[in-house]
């Protein structure tokens, strides 16, 4: 199937980020918010965002280092070269630091608003990678009413030692979650994992949280050198069924 796809901008608080944007038809679908990696938008994105919407979903891929310029991450180096990933990585530090709480709330109100008016009435799903998952689990606790899952991959730096630690969110998160971890993944070890349910049973969540054997950190990404077939197959099936449990229902039947 062809995904109708496009480039559009909305307009933050902050100016205005770029998205890519893959529909089905000109149809009222249900709406998913797909938050990328720390590598940008780029082929990888749009193709994995165009599978995603072939399943009947409108799907949103902001850049979400905006405030940067509307390509600041640019081409990828040779991500195996520990000088080139240092470099690469150190260059991306100041675009984490504008990801401040308040950027990322004010952010996402921007997204969800703008995938709403496109994709019609409802609760959406988020789907995040990397960072990407850190900054839906954010938004999903700040719009409870209206995010209905998270899907957060190969996501790390959930848990940390200081009161502001993104696990204790775990309370004002009511979306079905689903978490693929990475079990390569030092930035997310199986204590923190631990950590991490202990607080979602506490909080009563509806969550499932596995460990992919011997997938490295950024398993789906088929332009690195951390991709896993296997994995990301496993991960599009995991997330398909999640969106079919929450927001497939919105889905119009065919007349």
């Known amino acids: 199937m062809r995904m109708q796809t496009s480039t559009v901008d909305i307009t933050t608080s902050d100016g205005v980020a770029n998205a890519y944007l893959s529909r089905p038809d ?9 938050i990328m990696d720390a590598f940008g938008l780029r082929p990888t994105i749009e193709h994995m965002v165009d599978r995603i919407s072939a399943d009947g979903y409108v799907v949103l891929a902001p850049n979400v280092f905006y405030r940067a310029g509307r390509d600041p991450v640019g081409p ?16 991306l530090r100041p675009l984490f630091a ?55 991959f190969h996501t790390a730096g959930l848990v940390g030692d200081g009161p502001d630690s993104l696990h204790r969110l775990a309370g004002e998160v009511t979306a079905e979650l689903y978490f ?36 490295a950190h950024g398993y789906t990404m088929a332009d690195t050198a951390a991709y896993d077939e296997a994995a990301c197959e496993r991960h599009f099936q995991e997330l398909r069924e999640l969106l079919e449990r929450t927001i497939g229902s919105q889905v119009p039947s065919a007349s």
């Open 180 to 215: 693929g971890f990475a079990d390569q993944d030092q930035n997310m070890t199986a204590e923190q994992i631990a950590t991490l349910e202990k607080a979602l049973d506490d909080a009563g969540a509806r969550y499932q949280s596995a460990v992919y054997t011997g997938a």
């Open 98 to 152: 504008q990801l401040t709480p308040e950027a990322v709330a004010a952010d996402g109100k921007a997204y969800l608003d703008h995938l709403t008016d496109t994709a019609g009435p409802g609760p959406v799903a988020i789907t995040g990678y990397c960072m990407g998952g850190r900054l839906g689990w954010q938004i999903a606790a700040t719009y409870p009413d209206r995010v209905a899952a998270l899907g957060a």
């Open 26 to 34: 000109d149809h009222q679908h249900p709406g998913v918010l797909f």
């Open 76 to 91: 990828l180096p040779d991500l195996s070269d520990p000088e080139q990933r240092t470099t690469f990585f150190q260059s």
